[in-house]
């Protein structure tokens, strides 16, 4: 049971450069999300997708873009790579389309470091 | 804004006892409320979903119930083992947002 995949697994960057993290998903789930996680920050959302063709922005969207290509695929670019999005990146989706979202399921993560 | 809060920040006990791992949350316009489990270096995995409409939830050694006027969750594991080592999140779902807290590292000695 593959669930929500995440490529790719480990990045490193120079800063400046720009780079598309994949999120896949295969439970037919209507939305997908984007979270970071920081140490003493928690998770936090980036932005999410509530159904194909629709994405809105989370608690720290500045410096992101998010494509929902169709369905099962929600990808997130960083344009011009700071330091500080140094992080671990969390993808998740649910069933939910309404304000309630449903249980979330989340991928094993992408660590990306940016030098 | 929803804060969400757990206590304690990490535990430690020897195999077998029973654990009790608590959440808290300033908002009670929750929908439901999701506890996960995080292996260092890993993804989240779900333990459990409580509805709003819940208030409570179980699964195996694991039982959660809610109390939304009280704005308080409480996970309990049953005669923990050394692989229930992790650190347990727990998040409020209200509006498309999930709120975390900073999660409960829990050690279970052999």
């Known amino acids: 049971n593959a669930g929500v995949t995440q490529t790719p697994k480990f990045q490193v960057l120079k800063t400046g450069q720009s780079m598309t993290l994949q999120c896949a998903q295969d439970?037919?789930?209507?939305?997908m999300y984007w979270y970071r996680q920081d140490p003493g920050m928690g998770l936090r959302l980036i932005y999410y997708?509530?159904?194909?063709?629709?994405?809105d922005k989370g608690e720290v969207p500045n410096g992101y873009n998010v494509s929902r290509l169709n369905k099962r695929e929600f990808s997130l670019r960083l344009e011009s790579a700071a330091p500080s999005q140094t992080s671990v990146y969390f993808c998740?989706?649910?069933?939910?389309?309404?304000?309630?979202?449903?249980?979330?399921?989340f991928g094993e993560g992408s660590r990306l470091t940016v030098l | 804004k929803q804060e969400v809060t757990q206590i304690p920040a990490a535990l430690s006990v020897p195999e077998g006892e029973n654990l009790v791992l608590n959440c808290s949350f300033t908002?009670?316009?929750?929908?439901?409320l999701q506890w996960f489990r995080q292996d260092p270096g890993k993804g989240l995995t779900s333990l459990l979903l409580?509805?709003?409409?819940?208030r409570e939830q179980t699964s195996g050694r694991l039982n959660a119930s809610l109390d939304k006027s009280s704005g308080r969750s409480t996970l309990y594991i049953a005669a923990s083992q050394p692989g229930d080592s992790a650190t347990y999140l727990c998040?409020?779902?209200?509006?498309?947002?999930?709120?975390f807290g900073a999660g409960t590292t829990v050690t279970v000695r052999a």
């Open positions: 997708s509530a159904s194909e063709g629709t994405t």
């Open positions: 439970m037919n789930h209507n939305s």
């Open positions: 998040a409020v779902i209200a509006n498309y947002k999930l709120s």
């Open positions: 409580i509805q709003s409409s819940q």
């Open positions: 998740a989706s649910s069933a939910g389309t309404s304000r309630n979202t449903g249980e979330l399921f």
């Open positions: 908002d009670s316009a929750i929908y439901n």
